[in-house]
């Protein structure tokens, strides 16, 4: 079974400039994660989706980063513009989204490394 | 609010030692825990998981956590350390009444020296 596909791998860009990152979760995941980990500090969730509908953005700073599953599959990522402290890992999860059972693993992918300059 | 606490950032045992991980969680319900593993450029494995049930669960690699809910814990533990368990640890905490939501703490960085 193919895991979590996310790319690019690594990205440097200046600050102010805008960047995507995209994410293929494993086969038949209603569930997609977006986190972000900073250097020396665990996972923050920034974006949880069902299908395609958004079930958790609180921590998502809107005024930069956008988020969107369209079609309940591929979710996309963006940031602009991007600051010096966007610099971080952002890792994709998936999960089976079986809602109600609240017992659910989620399956990360390898991470997108991003280097602002 | 929510919490997880790795009181160790860093920990060096020899190789065939044993190793305890420790985490603590501040949760205002049920919690589900898990322990995931880091490769350095590497995404997050699952070691392994507790929903309810057996206190004491067995995971990949070897590895074991035990949760005792009197003191908010989930300690991982390992009874002989390969050179090839090297990595970052990270706890995750989550609730069904947050919507699956996880919480990790900052992790522990393990490293075995031969």
């Known amino acids: 079974e193919a895991g979590v596909a996310q790319s690019p791998r690594y990205k440097i860009i200046e600050k102010r400039q805008s960047v995507a990152f995209w994410c293929n979760p494993i086969?038949?995941?209603?569930?997609l994660y977006w986190y972000q980990q900073i250097l020396g500090q665990g996972p923050k969730l920034l974006i949880q989706?069902?299908?395609?509908?958004?079930?958790?953005d609180s921590q998502l700073p809107k005024d930069r980063f956008s988020a969107e599953r369209l079609k309940g599959v591929d979710s996309t990522l963006k940031i602009q513009p991007a600051k010096l402290e966007d610099s971080a890992v952002y890792l994709c999860?998936?999960?089976?989204?079986?809602?109600?059972?609240?017992?659910?693993?989620?399956?990360f992918g390898p991470g997108t490394r991003l280097l602002v300059l | 609010a929510q919490s997880v606490t790795q009181p160790d950032i860093h920990i060096t045992v020899s190789e065939g030692a044993s190793l305890e991980l420790r985490c603590n969680y501040s949760?205002?319900?049920?919690?589900?825990l898990f322990w995931y593993v880091q490769s350095p450029g590497q995404g997050l494995q699952l070691l392994l998981k507790?929903?309810?049930?057996?206190?004491l669960v067995q995971g990949i690699k070897g590895f074991e956590a035990e949760f005792k809910r009197s003191q908010s814990s989930f300690n991982l533990r390992k009874p002989s350390v390969h050179w090839s368990d090297a990595a970052e640890y990270f706890c995750?905490?989550?609730?069904?009444?947050?919507?699956?939501?996880?919480?990790f703490g900052a992790g522990t960085i393990l490293r075995v020296k031969s």
């Open positions: 949760y205002g319900a049920t919690p589900y």
């Open positions: 086969s038949g995941h209603a569930t």
């Open positions: 999860a998936s999960s089976l989204g079986l809602t109600g059972i609240g017992q659910e693993t989620q399956y």
């Open positions: 995750a905490v989550g609730a069904m009444e947050y919507g699956n939501k996880l919480v």
């Open positions: 507790y929903f309810s049930g057996d206190t």
């Open positions: 989706f069902q299908n395609n509908g958004v079930v958790d």
